[in-house]
Structure formats: C-alpha cells, structure tokens
C-alpha cells in the first residue's frame, strides 16, 4: 500500500482502537454493576455506561477499523488513491472523528444516554443526533473517494474483472450506502428536529422501522470485512488458494440483496406491523443465511483442499497440517469456531415463535456478542497482525505472535463464560438492558444471580483481552522492529470463471436491491404512516 494511503488507513485504526479501550472499560463497569457486587461512583447512571460501552463499540470501533481495512484493501489490489480520492478520504474521516467526539461529548455528560439504538421515545440532546448524522456523512465521502477510485480502475481495465478484494470492499460499501439512508431519515427528519423542539411529538413505530432498515444490513456492513479476511487472505496466510472466486463473489451479491429487507425480524413483537409483512421479512431472513452457510462450505473446502495438497488423508487430516501457531490464522479461526453457535442462535432469533421466547432478554446481547464481539473482532485482531505492520513498515516478533496466540485463548475463555451465561440466563427471563435488581427478591430474579456473576468472571477475563489486544497493537504499530510485511492476498484455485464479470454488473443488481427493499417496505410503511397514533412526547433520562 502506497505510503500516503497507509496513512489514511492507520488514522482509522487509531480511532478504532481508542473506542476499543474506552468502550471495553465501560463493557466491564457493566458487568460488574450487574452481578450486584459493585456501584458506579459520583451517580454515574448505568445507561450512560451501556450507551458509552455500544457506541463506541458498536458503531465507532467498526466503521473505523472496517473503512480503514477497505482503503487499504482496496489500494493494495487495485494501486494508490488519486489525490482527489485521498483529500476525500482525509475529509470523511476527520468528519467521523469530529462527529465521534461530539457524540461522545454528549453521552458521557450524561444528556445521551438512549443506548446504541438510540429509540425514540428516549430522547437525547440534539448534538447527540447532529454527532451521529456527521459521522454517517463522513463515511459517505469515504465511501465516494472507493467508489472514484474503482471507477477509474474500471475505465483503465475494460472487460475485466476487479481483483476480489476491491470487489467486496465495494460491495460493503453500496451495502452501507443504500442501508444508512434509514437512519439517516429517521435522525434527520424526525429525532433532530424533535430534540430540538421544532417539532412536539415523533412516530417512534416509524422512527424503529427506519433504524431497523439500517440496523440489520449493519451486521453485515460489520461480518463482510471478516469474510474478506477468511476468503481472500486466510487462504494465503495458510499456504493455500482461493476454493472459488466466483462462490466468494456471489456470496457477497447474495448478502447485498438480502441483508436489507429483513428489519422486521428485530420487531417481530411490535405490534403496529401487519403479521404478513413480518412473515414476508422472515422469509427473506432465511434467505441472508444461505451466503454464510455458503461461506461455511468454502472454508472447509479451502482447508481441506490445503490439507490434502499437504498428503492429509481421512475426513480430519487436514487439522493437523494448519498453522497452529501462527495468530494470523489462529484468531480468524477462533472466530470462525465461535460462528457456529453464533449462526444457530441467530437463526433461533428469527424463527417467529422462538423469538417470543429471546425477544428483550439478555440471550440477545449474548448472540451479539458471539457474532461481532467474537467472530467479527477476532478477525479484525488477527487482520491487524499483519495490516498494522504492513502499514507502519514494521515485522511482528516471535514474542508477539505468542502473546497474540494468548490474548485470543483469553478472548475465547472470557467470551465462552460470558456470553454462554447471557444465553442462559435469557432462557430463564433475565432482561436485557436493565441494571442490577432482584425485582423485591423475586425468585425468578434470584434465579439469575449466578449468571450474573458468571458474566462478570467473562467481562473480567475479556476486559484482560482488550489490554492484551492494545499491548500488542502498540509495539506493532510503535515498537516492533523496522522491515517489511506482507499484505497477503491469495490467488484463486482456479482462473477466475466469467461469472465474476455478470457479478459486477452493479445496474442490476442495485436494480434488484431496490425492488426487494420496495416489496418489503412499501405497504408496511404506508400503515405506519397512515395509520400513526398522535405520537410521544419522548421521555429524557437526563
Ligand atoms: Fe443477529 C439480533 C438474526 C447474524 C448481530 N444480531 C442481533 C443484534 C445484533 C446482531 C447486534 O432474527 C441485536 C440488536 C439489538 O440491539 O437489538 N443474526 C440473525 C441471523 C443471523 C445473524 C439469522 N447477527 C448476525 C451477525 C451479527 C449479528 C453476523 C454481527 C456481526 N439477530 C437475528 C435476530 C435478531 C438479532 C432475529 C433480533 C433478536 C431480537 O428479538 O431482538 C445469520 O446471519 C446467521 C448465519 C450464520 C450461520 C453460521 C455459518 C458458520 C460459519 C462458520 C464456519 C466455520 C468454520 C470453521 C469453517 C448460519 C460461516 C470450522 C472448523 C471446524 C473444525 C468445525
């Protein structure tokens, strides 16, 4: 990657992992007041802690380490940024990180404390809202330098495919493009001008449907970069090749036409919203499971394949011939491992009537954080192994590479208690969101005690990871020693088939995302409107 856009990818990580350190400290204040063993001090409020702990996390973490992994993805497989390209990106990223900090100003002063969902009826103050709309906007102009820069790429390279990496990084980021106009209607037309008092009341059915229109597609804006590591760079890392280029491309258009219609599936016990179009949304939900099933086969194919080009023999040979020992493979993997229970809890999720049974209770939060806060984050760990000295012009030591090996057995311990105690403990009723409380000694709320406790032992141990991870992260980016690492990027098996060009052909299959979104939202949306109560009033928790 050319001098100059290692940059531009190095000030997002930086962001990302400052949000990594402060919101992991939050996500331990939080466990620990809910085993009921500790009090935040000076009347900090539990939700200023759970809104610091998912912004930073859930929202700034990921679109900074996502948009910084794509420039650099993009620049290593299709050459440098044009300058314009890279003023834009410069210009989106100090437009993120300006929003952040205003955000962030507002949610630790205590006037924003609406969690990471930010719901209508609770209402933040308005800078609160005008933070959030900047960083969308920024990561707008960033998205807008990739799409330049692929434009240009395209006219130079007429009738040929774009290397995998750039496709996929584009495909992200029409994926978040299409899926942030949601939100961005929702905070712009209805929360700004309410938190402002311009207007009395907001529609919040209206104002959730729009947020869950973005809200669902943003699991995947964050699942797609690990895919990108576990199709086009875990193949090389192991020694190996791409199984197919073409399934790897049609998995990623498969994730841009289903991710979006399927918001409903986070409002299954709303009421307001015909069962019809919640069934319909269903539907498509199984649908966005096919790519990652997809996805599933290719990494077995591609270990196998591996294995057996090493003389493996038998169904499991190949185990053994992997690179155990080397944390770019190793953390990735882990996180692969942990997707398999993660994927099963997600389907549970949208099987309609199971979810009558997890909707609000605590085995949510316990799915999300086996998906991105294992799955998704170990693979960004094991991506910054090599991206961040790639980046930095540096090699990571034997020492590192150990104590990376570590930080993700740690990462596993600490994740396997505490998210296999918040599943549990959903199943027994336990909400999500709510501080300690034994509701009058119920014994029902007595009942989830050790679960609690169990998820402060998880977040203890975790919270070891994340000061493990930052280690790590400084000496490679600050210390390690000077040289050069490779960004790998692995060919495919085969020669790349001609379905990847019928792939590219963005005028359909944008074409095709926007009929989906309109069956799937228009009449439902038309109701809503129509048919809107008066509207709240909101409520301010400050
Ligand atoms: Fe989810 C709620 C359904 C995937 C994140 N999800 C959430 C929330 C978050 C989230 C943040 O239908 C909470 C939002 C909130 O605050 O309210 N989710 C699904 C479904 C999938 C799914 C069907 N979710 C994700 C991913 C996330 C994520 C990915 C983040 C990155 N989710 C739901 C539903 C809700 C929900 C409902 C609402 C619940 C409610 O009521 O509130 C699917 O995409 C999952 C498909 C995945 C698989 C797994 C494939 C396995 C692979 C690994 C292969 C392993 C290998 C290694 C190769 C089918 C690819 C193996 C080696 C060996 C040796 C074994």
């Given at each position: 990657?050319?001098?100059?856009?290692?940059?531009?990818?190095l000030?997002?990580?930086?962001?990302?992992f400052v949000?990594?350190?402060?919101?992991?400290?939050?996500?331990l204040?939080?466990?620990?007041v809910?085993?009921g063993?500790?009090?935040?001090?000076?009347?900090?409020?539990?939700?200023?802690?759970l809104?610091?702990?998912?912004?930073?996390l859930?929202?700034?973490?990921?679109?900074?380490?996502?948009?910084?992994?794509?420039?650099?993805?993009?620049?290593?497989?299709?050459?440098?940024l044009?300058?314009?390209?890279?003023?834009f990106?410069w210009?989106?990223?100090?437009?993120m990180?300006?929003?952040?900090?205003m955000?962030?100003?507002?949610i630790l002063?205590g006037?924003?404390?609406v969690?990471?969902t930010?719901?209508?009826?609770?209402?933040?103050?308005?800078?609160?809202?005008?933070?959030l709309?900047?960083?969308?906007?920024?990561s707008?102009?960033?998205?807008?330098a990739?799409?330049?820069?692929?434009a240009?790429?395209?006219?130079?390279?007429?009738g040929?495919?774009?290397?995998?990496?750039t496709?996929?990084s584009?495909t992200?980021?029409?994926?978040?493009?299409?899926?942030?106009?949601g939100?961005?209607?929702?905070?712009?037309?209805?929360?700004?001008?309410?938190?402002l008092?311009?207007?009395?009341?907001?529609?919040?059915l209206?104002?959730?449907?729009l947020f869950?229109?973005?809200?669902?597609?943003?699991?995947?804006?964050?699942?797609?970069?690990?895919?990108?590591v576990?199709?086009?760079?875990?193949?090389?890392v192991?020694g190996?090749?791409?199984?197919?280029?073409?399934?790897?491309?049609?998995a990623?258009i498969?994730f841009?036409?289903f991710?979006?219609?399927?918001?409903?599936?986070?409002q299954l016990?709303?009421?307001?919203?015909?069962?019809?179009?919640?069934?319909?949304?269903?539907?498509?939900t199984?649908?966005?499971?096919?790519?990652?099933l997809?996805?599933?086969?290719?990494?077995?194919?591609?270990?196998?394949s591996?294995g057996?080009?090493q003389?493996?023999?038998?169904?499991?040979?190949w185990?053994?011939?992997?690179?155990?020992g080397?944390?770019?493979?190793?953390?990735?993997?882990?996180?692969?491992?942990?997707f398999i229970?993660?994927?099963?809890?997600?389907?549970?999720?949208?099987?309609?009537?199971?979810?009558?049974?997890?909707?609000?209770?605590?085995?949510?939060?316990?799915?999300?954080h086996?998906?991105?806060?294992?799955?998704?984050?170990?693979?960004?760990?094991?991506?910054s192994?090599w991206?961040?000295?790639?980046?930095?012009?540096?090699v990571?030591?034997?020492?590192?590479?150990r104590?990376a090996i570590?930080?993700?057995?740690?990462?596993?311990?600490g994740?396997t208690?505490?998210?296999g105690?918040?599943?549990?403990?959903?199943?027994?009723?336990?909400p999500?969101?709510?501080?300690?409380?034994t509701y009058?000694?119920?014994?029902?709320?007595?009942?989830?005690?050790?679960?609690?406790?169990?998820?402060?032992?998880?977040?203890?141990?975790?919270?070891?990871?994340?000061i493990?991870?930052?280690v790590?992260v400084?000496?490679?980016?600050?210390?390690?020693?000077?040289?050069?690492?490779?960004?790998?990027?692995?060919e495919?098996?085969?020669?790349?088939?001609?379905?990847?060009?019928?792939?590219?052909?963005w005028?359909?299959?944008?074409?095709l995302?926007?009929?989906?979104?309109?069956?799937?939202?228009?009449?439902?949306l038309?109701?809503?409107?129509q048919?809107?109560?008066?509207?709240?009033?909101?409520?301010?928790?400050?």
């Amino acid at each position: 990657v050319d001098r100059r856009d290692a940059k531009l990818a190095l000030a997002h990580l930086a962001v990302a992992f400052v949000a990594l350190a402060l919101g992991g400290f939050a996500g331990l204040l939080q466990t620990l007041v809910r085993s009921g063993k500790f009090e935040l001090p000076a009347g900090i409020s539990y939700y200023t802690i759970l809104t610091t702990h998912g912004v930073l996390l859930g929202l700034v973490l990921t679109t900074f380490f996502i948009i910084g992994f794509q420039f650099a993805a993009v620049c290593r497989t299709t050459g440098a940024l044009s300058s314009s390209s890279r003023r834009f990106g410069w210009t989106g990223f100090w437009m993120m990180t300006i929003g952040t900090a205003m955000s962030a100003f507002f949610i630790l002063t205590g006037q924003a404390a609406v969690l990471y969902t930010f719901y209508a009826p609770l209402q933040a103050h308005a800078g609160f809202y005008i933070g959030l709309t900047l960083v969308v906007v920024g990561s707008w102009v960033s998205g807008f330098a990739m799409f330049a820069h692929y434009a240009r790429w395209r006219k130079a390279h007429r009738g040929e495919a774009s290397p995998l990496l750039t496709f996929m990084s584009v495909t992200n980021m029409v994926l978040w493009l299409v899926c942030t106009l949601g939100v961005a209607a929702t905070v712009v037309f209805q929360l700004i001008p309410w938190s402002l008092g311009l207007t009395d009341r907001v529609n919040v059915l209206l104002s959730r449907t729009l947020f869950w229109y973005f809200g669902h597609p943003l699991v995947y804006f964050w699942l797609l970069p690990a895919y990108m590591v576990w199709y086009a760079v875990i193949p090389k890392v192991i020694g190996g090749k791409i199984f197919s280029d073409s399934l790897a491309r049609l998995a990623f258009i498969l994730f841009l036409l289903f991710s979006i219609p399927v918001g409903f599936h986070h409002q299954l016990l709303e009421p307001g919203i015909s069962p019809f179009w919640k069934y319909v949304q269903v539907v498509l939900t199984f649908m966005v499971i096919i790519p990652s099933l997809m996805t599933a086969f290719a990494m077995f194919a591609t270990f196998e394949s591996y294995g057996r080009a090493q003389g493996a023999t038998g169904l499991f040979g190949w185990w053994r011939k992997l690179p155990w020992g080397d944390a770019r493979f190793f953390a990735p993997f882990v996180g692969m491992l942990f997707f398999i229970p993660a994927g099963t809890g997600g389907i549970i999720n949208a099987s309609h009537q199971l979810n009558q049974v997890v909707h609000n209770t605590i085995w949510v939060t316990g799915h999300f954080h086996l998906t991105v806060a294992t799955t998704v984050i170990l693979t960004f760990f094991g991506a910054s192994y090599w991206l961040i000295p790639h980046l930095t012009g540096r090699v990571m030591t034997k020492a590192m590479n150990r104590l990376a090996i570590i930080q993700t057995i740690v990462w596993a311990v600490g994740m396997t208690f505490m998210s296999g105690s918040m599943h549990f403990a959903g199943l027994l009723g336990a909400p999500r969101r709510s501080a300690f409380s034994t509701y009058g000694n119920s014994p029902q709320a007595l009942e989830w005690i050790p679960y609690q406790i169990a998820q402060a032992v998880g977040g203890t141990i975790l919270f070891i990871g994340i000061i493990l991870i930052l280690v790590i992260v400084i000496n490679l980016a600050f210390f390690a020693p000077k040289g050069e690492t490779e960004f790998p990027v692995a060919e495919a098996a085969a020669p790349q088939e001609r379905a990847a060009l019928a792939l590219e052909n963005w005028k359909l299959w944008i074409g095709l995302v926007v009929a989906l979104i309109l069956i799937a939202y228009t009449v439902p949306l038309i109701d809503i409107i129509q048919n809107a109560p008066p509207g709240s009033k909101g409520y301010k928790l400050w």
